[in-house]
């Protein structure tokens, strides 16, 4: 990973912004990327351990949430 001064950082955002000015489209960095996957999984990992406390099945919340059956039984045993 390259770490830049804040005057790049700054210049490098200036740029991008005018950029997308330019084309009209929003430019997701791989930081806010790998924020977003993040905050998804956490909201799985909430649903999962909702449905366990409805008393749904291993099956319905692999279905509901893709999680494996090893994601679902180290849920459960964090109740």
């Given at each position: 990973m390259i770490l830049l001064s804040q005057q790049l950082k700054q210049r490098l955002n200036l740029e991008i912004r005018e950029y997308e000015e330019e084309v009209n489209m929003a430019y997701v960095t791989s930081m806010?990327?790998?924020?977003?996957?993040?905050?998804?999984?956490?909201?799985?990992?909430q649903v999962a351990k909702r449905m366990i406390q409805l008393g749904k099945s291993d099956k319905e919340i692999a279905e509901a949430t893709d999680l494996s059956p090893e994601a679902i039984a180290e849920l459960r045993g964090q109740d």
């Open positions: 806010e990327e790998s924020g977003i996957k993040k905050g998804i999984e956490k909201g799985v990992i």
